[in-house]
């Protein structure tokens, strides 16, 4: 079965720091990426997404990742965090022909004004 | 569009009782999922449809919980009886698959569940 890692389960950071949340999937083979935000109290929203092409995928809110196929890993990164930004943050990855979504057990990011 | 639609939002009931979540998937969209999150396991998928007919219910904790999708506008997760440990949120997700493989998902607001 599909294991996604998160290595960190809570991240505390002054606003204007950078950020990096990483994330390790066990695949081998062909996979979606995908990176969900939850901010406290709503549900799940997408934050970015990769299928294929230019391995660095920009979403919203200033958010990157980079999909790295030799380390097995989709890190998130934002050069400059908000207060806006404290949530929790989940790494899901997708086996495209068999549909489930393979979740990390999130990382949440607290960011202090 | 209004996204996937979820109710309730909150349930509240004590255990023994029986409790149906509802779900009504992004109008188009051909594939549905239950998840269920909590502290201590995160976000585990307990079952997934695609047309109307389920295709992994490897999830399901137990007996107690079914699903059903009796059209492609709903589906509906029931526990019966429920326990106190089936408090969690539970999420619904839809996407649209028009080849053999699966897209994105989007999620519903989430049930909160408290079982007493």
């Known amino acids: 079965a599909q294991s996604v890692s998160q290595h960190n389960h809570h991240v505390i950071l002054s606003e204007a720091a950078s950020l990096e949340l990483g994330c390790n999937y066990s695949?081998?083979?062909?996979?979606?990426l995908f990176w969900y935000v939850q901010y406290p109290g709503q549900h799940l929203q997408l934050l970015l997404k990769?299928?294929?092409?230019?391995?660095l995928v920009k979403g919203i809110k200033g958010f990157e990742a980079e999909f790295i196929k030799s380390k097995f890993s989709f890190n998130l990164r934002k050069p400059s965090v908000q207060w806006s930004d404290t949530a929790e943050y989940f790494c899901?990855?997708?086996?495209?022909?068999?549909?489930?979504?393979?979740f990390g057990r999130g990382t949440q990011l607290t960011v202090w004004p | 569009d209004a996204g996937v639609i979820q109710s309730p939002r909150h349930e509240v009931t004590e255990m023994g009782q029986e409790v149906t979540l509802r779900c009504k998937p992004i109008?188009?969209?051909?594939?549905l999922f239950w998840y269920r999150q909590t502290m201590m396991r995160g976000l585990e998928l307990l079952i997934y449809?695609?047309?109307?007919?389920?295709?992994?219910d490897s999830g399901m904790p137990e007996d107690r919980f079914s699903a059903k999708m009796p059209n492609a506008s709903f589906s509906t997760l029931k526990i019966q009886p429920s326990e106190p440990r089936d408090s969690a949120v539970y999420f619904c997700?839809?996407?649209?698959?028009?080849?053999?493989?699966?897209?994105?998902?989007?999620f519903g607001p989430g049930t909160r569940l408290t079982v007493l």
């Open positions: 899901a990855v997708l086996q495209p022909t068999l549909g489930r979504l393979y």
């Open positions: 695949y081998g083979g062909t996979v979606n």
């Open positions: 109008s188009g969209h051909n594939s």
């Open positions: 990769y299928f294929s092409g230019d391995p």
């Open positions: 449809f695609n047309n109307n007919v389920p295709i992994d």
């Open positions: 997700a839809s996407s649209f698959r028009p080849s053999e493989l699966y897209n994105e998902q989007f």
